[in-house]
């Protein structure tokens, strides 16, 4: 599966279900795992790589979670381990959500409490009430102004989960991670309000050391962490960048 994947377990139901406080327990997940392991025949036509995506979806913790939460993807425990460490979300706030389908990182914002969030992805998203959510390749000349146009304003948050679908051609796919970076953080650069803060996946070798000064120069922290949700054998890792200083108009701008 390619790193663009959705590792979503949508169940269509969308906003109706309540949110339940806390990240998954480690403890309970490895009893209950080990009690209910799934095991996945290999059927005719499915490939080994299929059978072993299967077996790992069906006893994953978190994919369970996610249905039972009414998240389209389990990918939004990230988001929510990322906020309870950080504290990056807060009421009323504007958030932009690049590479947002099937759109769980959009629901974890709209339930803790952001007022307008606008999200970007190639894929066509199914409506998330309360979000504006487009479908544009990020990375085409003008995408990023008709982003800002539907975020309406400065923006207090920038999240990116956006992962390339690859090719199997390792400089390719690693041009191309590099490049979702580099244009997630420019964007963030352009439509921050000062304070503001941005999140990114990326991979091994996904941010440059260039695009690490810069986010250092304009951002009074900028971490790294890889949350419990992020599955260990994944290259991911996401960068937390917090408090934007804009640009002194003086000396040049982005
Ligand atoms: C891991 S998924 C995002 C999951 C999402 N955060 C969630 O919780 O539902 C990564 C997404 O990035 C999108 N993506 C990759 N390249 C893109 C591009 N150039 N423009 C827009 N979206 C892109 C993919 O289509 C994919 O849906």
Same mark, same amino acid.
């Given at each position: 599966m390619s790193a663009g994947s959705n590792d979503g377990s949508g169940d269509g139901s969308g906003e109706r279900r309540r949110r339940r406080s806390g990240p998954v327990t480690k403890g309970g997940d490895a009893r209950a795992a080990k009690q209910f392991h799934t095991k996945v025949k290999t059927a005719r036509g499915r490939k080994y790589s299929s059978k072993l995506w299967l077996e790992r979806q069906l006893n994953d913790p978190y994919v369970a979670r996610a249905k039972q939460d009414g998240y =389209?993807? =389990?990918?939004a425990y990230k988001l929510i381990e990322l906020d309870e460490k950080f504290h990056l979300i807060k009421p009323g706030m504007r958030v932009a959500d690049l590479g @947002? @389908? *099937? &759109?769980g990182w959009t629901q974890v914002c709209l339930r803790r409490g952001a007022s307008h969030v606008a999200g970007v992805d190639l894929l066509e998203m199914e409506d998330v009430p309360g979000a504006i959510l487009l479908t544009l390749?990020?990375?085409? *000349?003008g995408a990023d102004e008709t982003l800002k146009e539907a975020l309406g304003g400065q923006a207090d948050l920038v999240v990116s989960d956006l992962a390339p679908w690859t090719t199997g051609h390792k400089a390719t796919d690693h041009l191309r991670i590099v490049a979702l970076v580099e244009a997630g953080a420019h964007f963030a650069l352009d439509v921050l309000k000062p304070g503001g803060a941005f999140v990114a996946k990326v991979f091994q &070798?996904?941010?440059t050391g260039e695009l690490l000064d810069l986010l250092k120069a304009r951002f009074e922290k900028v971490r790294h962490y890889k949350p419990p949700a992020s599955r260990q054998e994944s290259a991911e890792t996401f960068l937390i960048a917090q408090g934007f200083r804009p640009a002194d108009p003086d000396h040049g701008g982005d």
């Open positions: =389209r993807s =389990r990918a @947002a @389908a *099937p &759109g390749d990020f990375t085409e *000349p &070798g996904g941010a």
